[in-house]
């Protein structure tokens, strides 16, 4: 895989590779395979618009942290909205957490090289939640590791790591399946059986 390639420098430094479920699971398993890293989930939901389900309106990550950039549409719905999105995603990150660590804790990013792998950038806001989440936890590095990009997300991204790997931001951008020949849904057992067989 080519985003493997570009991670080269990262083998054989003990790297944690964190995949933004569900998504992000199997393509950060083969990067982790090809740098020798270790294997985990970082859990971030994204705020959902009304009436536009798969359109993120901001994010929210483990600790309760959200983030609502104002070009996302955010500050067009009401508080309540926002507060009850945030507690039903909340509950279904609480939910993952049960499912997919049941066997072990977390691993502990501090002092670590730390690349966070998802299928792709369309708002950014879940890669937001998910990096912000984890420099508060000191990782010695942090990598935003993703094959494709809107190019506006990635450039807002940029600051909040140390280092981006991106193969592609097309200006033609839509939505991240149209860059896949095969974009499956990633189901919950896969993500349990990925984890657990690593």
């Known amino acids: ?28 398993k083969t990067i982790a395979d090809a740098i020798g890293g270790e294997l985990d989930v970082v859990l971030v ?30 500050s067009f719905v009401s ?8 507690q039903l995603q909340l509950q279904t990150i609480r939910s993952r957490r049960k499912q997919y660590t049941a066997v072990r804790p977390p691993i502990d990013p501090a002092g670590r090289i730390v690349i966070v792998v998802d ?34 997300s990635l450039e807002r991204i940029r600051p909040m790591a140390d280092d981006i790997v991106c193969l592609a931001a097309p200006q033609y951008f839509r939505a991240v399946g149209q860059f896949y020949q095969s974009f499956p849904q990633v189901t919950d057992e896969e993500v349990i059986a990925t984890l657990n067989a690593s």
């Open 1 to 28: 895989m080519r985003l493997s390639e570009l991670l080269e420098p990262f083998a054989g430094k003990n790297a944690l590779v964190l995949a933004i479920p569900r998504g992000g699971v199997p393509m950060a």
């Open 45 to 74: 939901r994204k705020l959902r618009a009304p009436h536009q389900p798969e359109f993120a309106i901001g994010s929210v990550d483990e600790s309760g942290w959200t983030y609502c950039p104002d070009y996302a549409g955010a």
């Open 79 to 86: 508080p309540q909205y926002l507060e009850t999105e945030k």
């Open 119 to 152: 299928d792709g950038l369309a708002t950014g806001s879940t890669m937001a939640a998910a990096l912000h989440c984890l420099r508060a936890r000191k990782p010695a590095r942090l990598v935003c590791a993703v094959p494709v990009a809107a190019p506006e």
